[in-house]
């Protein structure tokens, strides 16, 4: 055997991405963190105060998904062009206008339109990913940097939903249940976070000569919009509306017109060249079949957590009881984001994704056995949520390394999308599982082991897709150069 030769210097290694620029960075995921979790905390006191069914609640978060899955690509991709700072500030100025619109809405269409507008929140992950791996170029350590600082904002995101949850219910009560003062609060922390990017993050280096593809958009939109659509109107009408199903069918076929517009442009809205490649396809695959149990299974876990133990399953817990489920799952969500911060430059990328795609997998597959303790479901959750929890950062920052320059910013939105889609379609289908056999108001046992065989399942085709990604992808250039060593030496 050919004795290896002694490793080549280092490639330069200042370091990637400022540390002020991250904690800037911090601020702004904190912020997201409280918004998702300051208006869930508050739905029923909101329903009340609109003086609407609570079931029209549900309206506001289909809206918000729907618009989020429309406007994240284009801002990302204007982001792409002039500055990913830019469209951040953009997309935190429409987040604080909404917050202060809802504050104030005093009937339902106000408050709906306001909440959608709220969506673009949606974008600033994805832009800030693109951020940190653009400062990161200039070093040989930018994809293993903007891994640990995705998992460093991930854990500020879910920090920041513990919060939210807390603050919301505590503001309420401070204010005496007043709930425009109450409102006003995530109104005020978004317009400082607007400030808190103008004055302290830095701008990217946008290519020169970009050009919109509104055309394209314009056909992506109505696809998104005629299949978000369609599940939407599943998830109120049941199974038996075949028109709804028609609706999606016919989203799903306008993907087609698309995808011959983009493949004739030279800059297109979204660049399929680049999404089938071996190291990408895979990564967004992987986003909106987690999408599945991340947004979809959400409100299945906490009904069951509900379900009165007398019918042979669930927790039967109350409202506290549930709130500290979710919270053991958000909390394994930051042990995941701190375990991908921990090993992204000691384990490779993919292997981080297969182990993370892997654990989401298991936990939903170990809950069909293991559901009728309560000690069962938090262990099963934690599990899952850890993969999750890693997941969500190591998605945008895997596909901003695949990504060629120039195109960070709609790759990292893509995972994005994938997720809210693939959220989207288990929503409306795990709404029709679980009402059939329905006993009374509370669903069957058979629906909820349906869901978790679904969540499952798809978690462990993701992380099977992700074998296929290149063994070396994502990875900078020193593990690529000594990987290359040991196999020459072997």
Request: aromatic letters at 8%; one cysteine or more.
């Amino acid at each position: 055997m050919t004795r290896p030769s002694p490793p080549s210097a280092p490639l330069p290694t200042a370091r990637a991405v400022p540390f002020a620029l991250i904690g800037w960075l911090v601020i702004v995921e904190l912020t997201s963190g409280l918004l998702q979790g300051w208006y869930v905390t508050l739905t029923p006191d909101i329903a009340r105060h609109l003086s609407i069914a609570d079931a029209d609640v549900n309206w506001f978060e289909a809206g918000q998904l729907l618009l989020s899955a429309l406007i994240v690509p284009v801002l990302a991709k204007l982001g792409d062009m002039h500055g990913h700072k830019r469209m951040l500030l953009v997309a935190t100025a429409i987040t604080a206008g909404a917050s202060w619109w809802m504050a104030f809405a005093g009937d339902f269409w106000g408050y709906l339109i306001a909440f959608s507008l709220q969506g673009a929140y949606a974008v600033w992950l994805p832009l800030e990913v693109a951020l940190i791996f653009d400062r990161g170029r200039r070093t040989a350590s930018a994809p293993s940097t903007t891994r640990r600082a995705a998992g460093l904002l991930v854990i500020a995101l879910e920090a920041g939903a513990i919060v939210g949850a807390l603050g919301a219910a505590a503001a309420f009560g401070a204010f005496g249940e007043q709930m425009v003062p109450t409102l006003a609060l995530p109104a005020v922390v978004v317009t400082l976070c607007f400030f808190a990017v103008l004055w302290g993050v830095p701008e990217s280096a946008p290519l020169p000569g970009r050009s919109l593809d509104a055309g394209g958009f314009v056909l992506l939109a109505l696809s998104l919009l005629t299949i978000t659509s369609g599940l939407t109107f599943l998830k109120i009408n049941g199974p038996d509306a075949w028109w709804a199903w028609g609706v999606i069918v016919l989203g799903i076929v306008l993907l087609l017109p698309f995808g011959r517009w983009v493949l004739r442009r030279d800059d297109p809205a979204i660049d399929l060249r680049v999404m089938r490649r071996p190291e990408m396809w895979p990564v967004q695959l992987t986003a909106g079949l987690v999408g599945v149990s991340l947004l979809g299974a959400q409100t299945p876990l906490a009904t069951y957590a509900g379900t009165d133990p007398s019918l042979g399953y669930g927790l039967g817990l109350d409202a506290s009881g549930r709130s500290i489920l979710i919270g053991v799952y958000l909390l394994s969500l930051i042990a995941g984001a701190i375990a991908l911060t921990a090993l992204s430059r000691r384990l490779r990328p993919r292997t981080l994704l297969i182990a993370a795609a892997t654990l989401v997998g298991v936990g939903y597959l170990l809950l069909i056995p293991f559901h009728l303790e309560v000690w069962q479901v938090f262990a099963c959750m934690a599990v899952a949520g850890v993969g999750s929890g890693a997941l969500v950062g190591a998605m945008p920052a895997a596909a901003a390394a695949a990504a060629p320059r120039g195109q960070t910013g709609v790759a990292t939105a893509m995972t994005n999308t994938t997720k809210t889609i693939g959220g989207s379609f288990a929503s409306s289908i795990f709404a029709i599982v679980l009402a059939v056999g329905a006993i009374g108001t509370a669903a069957s046992l058979g629906g909820y082991i349906v869901v978790w065989i679904v969540c499952g399942v798809t978690a462990l085709v993701a992380a099977a897709a992700l074998v296929a990604v290149p063994r070396l992808a994502f990875a900078d250039p020193e593990p690529v150069e000594e990987a290359l060593r040991e196999d020459a030496a072997q």
